[in-house]
C-alpha cells in the first residue's frame, strides 16, 4: 500500500527504500526525493491543494532501490481524481497503488507499451471495483512514465499533461482525452467554426477516464523515447497547466530541481486565483 507523507502524496515505500533527502538544502529540501548514488536521474514533486477543500491529486514513485532502478528503472505517476466528496480522493489512490503493484509484480522489459497499455487497464478495473459501493459518477485521470537507460515509455488517460523540457522548450507528449480535443478536430475538419468550440459548455468533460465503464482511449508511445542529459520530464495534474503555462514551465525549468519544485508551487500560489485546483507535478531530471 501506499504511505501518505507531505499533503497527501502517496509513495511506495518500503523499509527505507526511499525518504525524504536529509541534506542541508534548506525549504528545497521538501521538494526532492533521495536516488541512489549514480542512478542518472533527480526526482523533484510538488502537491498543493490550492483553494480546494479536499486534495483529490494523488502521485507515486516505484521502490527506489539500486537493483529495482537496475532491473525495471524508475516510474512516476500523477493521478487526479474526478466527482465530488471523497470519491475523487479515493479513485486517484487507487490508481496510483495499483500502478504501482502492477510495476512491482510484472516484467517489465519485454513489450512495453503493451505493459503500460495492460497497467492502465487494470487500474480501470480495480479503480471500479474500489467505486462499487458509491452511487456518484468518478474517476481519475492517470499520466505514468518508466525511465530505465535513458530511454522512456509512458501512458495516459484522461487530461493530465506528459511534458519534456529540452533545450529551453517545452512540449507536450500526450494527447488530452475530454471533449475539447474532439471539438478541435472538428473544426481542423471544416465540420464546426471555431467560435462554437471555445464556447461549447461541455468542452472539459473527459472522454476517457481510470473508472470509466468502458476504457477505448489509452494513449502511449509505441517507440522508446531517447532521452539525454538535461532533459527533464514533467508529469502534471490540469492545475498546474490550468495557472502556469508552458513558457512559464520552461523558464523554471533553469533552476536546480529542488528549487524549480518549489518555484511551481510558489508562482502557481502567488496568481491568487480564487478557485485554484489542487496542483500536483513530478519532475525526473536525467543527469
Not at 532501490?65 to 471523497?86: F, N, P, Q, T
Not at 523540457?165 to 488530452?176: D, F
Request: aromatic share 4%; net charge negative; charged share 25%.
Amino acid at each position: 500500500m501506499g504511505k501518505r507523507i507531505k499533503e497527501k502524496g502517496f509513495i511506495k515505500k518500503k523499509k527505507n527504500s526511499q525518504s525524504e533527502v536529509t541534506v542541508d538544502l534548506g525549504l528545497q529540501k521538501a521538494y526532492l526525493m533521495e536516488t541512489p548514488e549514480g542512478s542518472g536521474i533527480v526526482i523533484g514533486k510538488v502537491h498543493g491543494i490550492g483553494k480546494r477543500s479536499m486534495q483529490q491529486d494523488s502521485f507515486g514513485v516505484s521502490e527506489l532501490k539500486e537493483e529495482v532502478i537496475k532491473d525495471k528503472g524508475i516510474m512516476a505517476i500523477v493521478a487526479d481524481g474526478m466527482g465530488g466528496l471523497s470519491d475523487g480522493e479515493r479513485a486517484s489512490m487507487a490508481t496510483i497503488i495499483s500502478c504501482l503493484n502492477y510495476f512491482d509484480t510484472h516484467d517489465m522489459t519485454e513489450n512495453m507499451p503493451d505493459n503500460m497499455t495492460d497497467m492502465a487497464e487494470n487500474a480501470n478495473m480495480e479503480v471500479r471495483e474500489v467505486l462499487s459501493d458509491t452511487d456518484t459518477s468518478s474517476g481519475s485521470t492517470l499520466v505514468a512514465a518508466v525511465v530505465k537507460d535513458r530511454k522512456m515509455h509512458w501512458v495516459s488517460v484522461g487530461d493530465s499533461h506528459i511534458l519534456l523540457y529540452r533545450g529551453g522548450e517545452i512540449v507536450q507528449l500526450n494527447k488530452e482525452h475530454n471533449y475539447a480535443a474532439d471539438l478541435q478536430d472538428k473544426v481542423e475538419a471544416g465540420e464546426i467554426p471555431l467560435e462554437e468550440a471555445l464556447n461549447d459548455p461541455q468542452r472539459n468533460a473527459l472522454t476517457s477516464y481510470i473508472g470509466i465503464a468502458c476504457l477505448e482511449k489509452i494513449d502511449c508511445n509505441q517507440e522508446a523515447l531517447e532521452l539525454f542529459e538535461g532533459d527533464r520530464v514533467l508529469l502534471i495534474s490540469d492545475g498546474v497547466y490550468n495557472t502556469l503555462d508552458n513558457e512559464e514551465l520552461a523558464a523554471l525549468m533553469e533552476y536546480p530541481a529542488g528549487k524549480a519544485m518549489m518555484q511551481i508551487g510558489m508562482q502557481i500560489e502567488a496568481k491568487r486565483k480564487p478557485n485554484q485546483d489542487n496542483y500536483t507535478a513530478i519532475m525526473m531530471e536525467i543527469c
